[in-house]
Nanobody, 122 residues
Framework: QVQLMESGGGLVMAGGSLTLSCAAS????????MGWYRQAPGLQREWVAT???????EYTNSAKGRFTISRDDARNTVYLQMNDLKPEDTAAYYC????????????????WGRGTQVTVSS
């Protein structure tokens, strides 16, 4: 139906930067909100950032000033630019998208990607 594919994770030293991408494909009428979440080993998945369909953004406190979420609607893609990375940012990062799949009803379920690993060494 709809698939989300994250990319861009990797190993980086503290203070470094990474840019994550998440491309959506499938039966897409329109993508409304898109967001990033992360899950560290042994912890619950937590919200990181969201971008609405009009480009409005929100961030968790730990991401403010360091991370930037953006989107390219022509490519059905959301990005997460991460700067000044810290060891505590180490986690699997997942994207989530609210995708309108039916033009008439505007039914818009949420979909998840499979995640991309970010590891920050000290």
């Amino acid at each position: 139906q709809v698939q989300l594919m994250e990319s861009g994770g990797g190993l980086v030293m503290a203070g470094g930067s990474l840019t994550l991408s998440c491309a959506a494909s499938g039966s897409i009428v329109r993508i409304d909100a898109m967001g990033w979440y992360r899950q560290a080993p042994g912890l619950q998945r937590e919200w990181v950032a969201t971008i609405g369909k009009y480009g409005n953004t929100e961030y968790t406190n730990s991401a403010k000033g360091r991370f930037t979420i953006s989107r390219d609607d022509a490519r059905n893609t959301v990005y997460l630019q991460m700067n000044d990375l810290k060891p505590e940012d180490t986690a699997a990062y997942y994207c989530n998208a609210e995708v309108v799949v039916d033009k008439i009803s505007a039914y818009a379920p949420h979909f998840w990607g499979r995640g991309t690993q970010v590891t920050v060494s000290s």
